[in-house]
Every structure is written in C-alpha cells, then in structure tokens.
C-alpha cells in the first residue's frame, strides 16, 4: 500500500512537472488556434447563454447567425457536466477554467490508468507504464492544445475499472456513470469507446463465454449491454436532439 501511494505521487508530480514545463515556457496550457477560437468560445457562449435566461438546457442560440438551434453545436461541449460546473464560478474566466480543468483532467487519467493497471501488473511494471502513458505525445499535445479528443479518457479508464468491478460483484453503477459521462463529454468518441468497453469485457470473460451454449453466451452479453443501453438512454437528452439536428442536415 505504500509503494501504491508512493507511485500515485510519483505520477502526480511528472504529470505535474510537465505541465510546467509548458507554463513557464511562457505559454498558458492552451493554444491559439482551435482551443482558443471555438472550444472555449462557444464554453464561454453557453455559460453566458445560461447567465441571461437562467435556462440550465437551452434549445436555442440567440446571438450566433440571427438565432439558430443550439444542437448544431453539440459537439463543443453542449450539456458538458465539466462545463456546467463553470456555470457555478461567474468571476472565473472560461480560458483559466478551461486550463485548470484540463490540468485536472491530465493529472486524474495519469492516476486512473495506474490505478486501472496496477490490477493485472507489479507496482514496477505499472509504474513504467502509466509513466509512459503521461508523457505519450498525442496525450500531453491535445490536452494542452485541443482538449476535444482527450476529455473523454479518465472517464473510459473509469469505465473499464467499472467492467472490473461488473466482472467482480456485479455492481453497475460506475460502469453506468463512467459511460454517460463519456458521451456527455464527447458524444463524438462514444462509439469507440463503447467498443473498447465491450471489447474488454468479452476479454475478461472469455472463458467463461467460451464454456457455455450459445444461448447463455447471448444472455450474458445482453445483461451486460443493459447497462450500456442505460447510460445511452440518460445521454439521450443531448443525443436525441443532435441526431435530429443532424438529420435535418
């Protein structure tokens, strides 16, 4: 337990450093391109859109090509549950709420993927791993310069720590939550994601699944694609609206 936490420190303040090495480059944990130009601008958007109607889930944009449906903008963060928390901090600006968020975000997937790993490796093992992990390119750029296409990641390794603890004692309710956040964060990634939670559990259950009938093989896996139907169905005020969107071109 003490090397655990040791470790858990030790991934905290790499992550950390990393971060800081950003900061005092001269730079904010941000970019000047997309990240400053559309994601934070339509965040910013939308909490103001809250602030003048007091309306938490709005259908409708007022100021943007003379009022237009909101769901054409889905995709930068509508319903976020980590951008409504913004809505909360009227005197923090959304380009340094947007920086410590993806700091946080940063640091808590470092925690998660040791966490989510630590069970099927040595403390050693899975302490070189997750350091790899937080120091890959891809990972560290987005964070720091799209935030789009990571936000979603502590919310998958929860999810596939979920499956664990599914596979363990049948309990749900983090796999449930860690889905619906997924979607809520990036509806965009939720297909891959949920293949990759799928994939994993048929994985972590492949002996079982391969010993029994087919019948019973259909039967497990719809149990478990109940709870993936669940979380889908709590999303679906922001996925139904942005697929009707969509259809209507």
Same mark, same amino acid.
Do not use: C
């Given at each position: =337990?003490?090397?655990?936490?040791?470790?858990?420190?030790?991934?905290?303040?790499?992550?950390?450093?990393?971060? !800081?090495?950003?900061?005092?480059?001269?730079?904010?944990?941000?970019?000047?391109?997309?990240?400053?130009?559309?994601?934070?601008?339509?965040?910013?958007?939308?909490?103001?859109?809250?602030?003048?109607?007091?309306?938490?889930?709005?259908?409708?944009? +007022?100021?943007?090509?003379?009022?237009?449906?909101?769901?054409?903008?889905?995709?930068?963060?509508?319903?976020?549950?980590?951008?409504?928390?913004?809505?909360? !901090?009227?005197?923090?600006?959304?380009?340094?709420?947007?920086?410590?968020?993806?700091?946080?975000?940063?640091?808590?997937?470092?925690? $998660? +993927?040791?966490?989510?790993?630590?069970? *099927?490796?040595?403390?050693?093992?899975?302490?070189?791993?997750?350091?790899?992990?937080?120091?890959?390119?891809?990972?560290?750029?987005?964070?720091?310069?799209?935030?789009?296409?990571?936000?979603?990641?502590?919310?998958? $390794?929860?999810?596939?720590?979920?499956?664990?603890?599914?596979?363990?004692?049948?309990?749900?309710?983090? $796999?449930?939550?860690?889905?619906? =956040?997924?979607?809520?964060?990036?509806?965009?990634?939720?297909?891959?994601?949920?293949?990759?939670?799928?994939?994993?559990?048929?994985?972590?259950? +492949?002996?079982?699944?391969?010993?029994?009938? $087919?019948?019973? *093989?259909?039967?497990?896996?719809? *149990?478990?694609?109940?709870?993936? +139907?669940?979380?889908? =169905? =709590?999303?679906?005020?922001?996925?139904?609206?942005?697929?009707?969107?969509?259809?209507?071109?």
């Amino acid at each position: =337990m003490k090397n655990k936490r040791i470790n858990y420190l030790i991934v905290a303040l790499v992550s950390l450093i990393l971060v !800081l090495i950003f900061i005092f480059g001269g730079n904010l944990f941000s970019s000047h391109t997309d990240w400053i130009n559309q994601h934070v601008q339509f965040a910013d958007y939308f909490r103001k859109l809250f602030y003048e109607t007091g309306n938490l889930l709005p259908d409708f944009t +007022f100021n943007i090509g003379g009022g237009q449906n909101i769901f054409n903008f889905s995709y930068y963060g509508l319903y976020n549950p980590l951008l409504m928390i913004s809505y909360l !901090l009227p005197s923090v600006s959304m380009v340094v709420y947007f920086q410590i968020m993806n700091i946080v975000l940063y640091i808590i997937s470092g925690l $998660l +993927f040791y966490k989510f790993f630590n069970t *099927k490796f040595s403390n050693k093992i899975t302490l070189i791993l997750t350091l790899l992990f937080v120091m890959s390119g891809p990972l560290l750029f987005h964070f720091h310069r799209q935030y789009m296409f990571v936000n979603y990641i502590p919310f998958l $390794l929860l999810s596939l720590i979920g499956v664990d603890k599914y596979n363990k004692d049948k309990r749900s309710w983090l $796999l449930i939550l860690s889905i619906f =956040m997924i979607i809520m964060s990036s509806y965009y990634y939720a297909i891959s994601s949920l293949l990759v939670i799928l994939i994993y559990y048929v994985y972590t259950n +492949f002996d079982v699944l391969r010993k029994v009938k $087919l019948k019973e *093989k259909i039967k497990i896996l719809l *149990k478990f694609s109940s709870r993936i +139907f669940i979380s889908i =169905m =709590m999303a679906s005020i922001l996925l139904l609206p942005t697929f009707l969107t969509l259809l209507n071109g």
